[in-house]
């Protein structure tokens, strides 16, 4: 009997351990953990429900679950038929993330979607929380590891990354505790983070926060690289490792979207792009819900064009599928010692 517990004891602690290490090619889904090999093509940064009333206000009566489905319901079925297996909601808490909402909507459409943990403080801290300005960033990242081990307020539903988001200039002091907190929070959960970030100099001032704190840029999402003209500045983003999200995709942008992506692929680094809209959603602030932008340039206006350029179907598969899912597979991404 003693044998046998002696025996039992380590297998368990080893069992503890792995349940949290985040395991090697999983994503985390509304619906739970999928394996990074099923995910089909993804659209990484779009939006079903954005609520702009601020943090001081905000509260989930102020839409109505039923009526946001079946606005959304419609665009999602449309990317759905288009070849898009995995959605990526990017609307932070504060913001009008529902992830009840968004269950509701990945099981009526079959669609993979993932949300997030995490704090958006672009636009002046408009969508910051009061308790935020006091804690210090080991505390907000505490709330974070948390939701990504037990889910978002009592759903179960779990965090697929850490969104968060700054300003376009320098970072303020409390931007900087955000992009502490991120590191922090990967560093436990090894959940990629994505941050709204624009212009290359926030960019590049978040990466060495994460260097600082030991996490690698592979772990870092610059969220609308597109707002930064200089694209020498996208190939130095990406050569330290870092993703670049060209994610304000539509119909009059096209030529734009060709041009950027061309010139990461002439710098070797077609692996580090990743695509989307930026596009929705329903607004509670709207007369019933406002306008609403759809999903589907990415798959009826760009993949055609840069077909017509000579794009291979690799080099489409690699945008489409590969780079997305490595940069959402949950890993501890540390900066090499
Ligand atoms: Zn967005």
Redesign the pocket.
């Known amino acids: 009997m003693r044998k046998i517990l002696l025996f039992a004891i380590p297998v368990l602690l080893a069992y503890c351990q792995c349940k949290t290490t985040p395991e090697k090619g999983i994503i985390m889904t509304v619906n739970g953990p999928v394996s990074s090999e099923k995910l089909g093509s993804w659209l990484t ?3 079903i429900l ?1 609520d702009f009333i601020g943090a001081d206000s905000i509260s989930n009566d102020r839409w109505k679950k039923s009526e946001v489905i079946e606005k959304a319901f419609p665009y999602l079925q449309q990317v759905k038929e288009l070849g898009c297996q995995t959605f990526v909601e ?2 932070p808490d504060f913001l009008g993330r529902d992830p009840l909402l968004l269950k509701s909507l990945s099981d009526s459409t079959g669609l993979n979607i993932i949300t997030n943990t995490g704090l958006y403080g672009a636009r002046n801290n408009k969508f910051i929380p009061a308790y935020a300005f006091e804690e210090t960033a080991e505390q907000l990242a505490k709330r974070w590891i948390t939701e990504s081990e037990t889910g978002i307020d009592g759903t179960g539903i779990k965090p697929g990354f850490i969104k968060i988001g700054v300003d376009n200039g320098n970072l303020s002091e409390i931007h900087k505790k955000l992009i502490t907190a991120a590191a922090i929070a990967h560093l436990k959960t090894g959940l990629v983070i994505a941050s ?1 970030t624009g212009p290359a100099i926030p960019a590049f001032e978040q990466i060495e926060i994460l260097k600082q704190e030991g996490v690698s840029p592979e772990a870092f999402i610059w ?2 690289a597109q707002s930064e003209k200089d694209f020498s500045k996208h190939i130095k983003a990406a050569q330290s490792g870092a993703w670049i999200s060209l ?1 304000g995709l539509s119909d009059n942008k096209l030529q734009d979207y060709v041009k950027m992506i061309n010139n990461l692929k002439d710098n070797n680094l077609l692996n580090k792009v990743l695509l989307s809209h ?1 596009a929705g959603w329903y607004d509670p602030g709207k007369e019933n819900g406002g306008n609403y932008r759809g999903y589907a340039t990415l798959f009826e206006k760009l993949i055609p064009l840069l077909r017509n350029e000579n794009y291979s179907e690799k080099e489409i598969n690699q945008l489409l599928v590969i780079n997305p899912s490595q940069a959402f597979t949950i890993k501890i991404r540390k900066v090499p010692q």
């Open positions: 940064h779009e939006h954005v990017c609307t709204h969220v609308h994610d930026d």
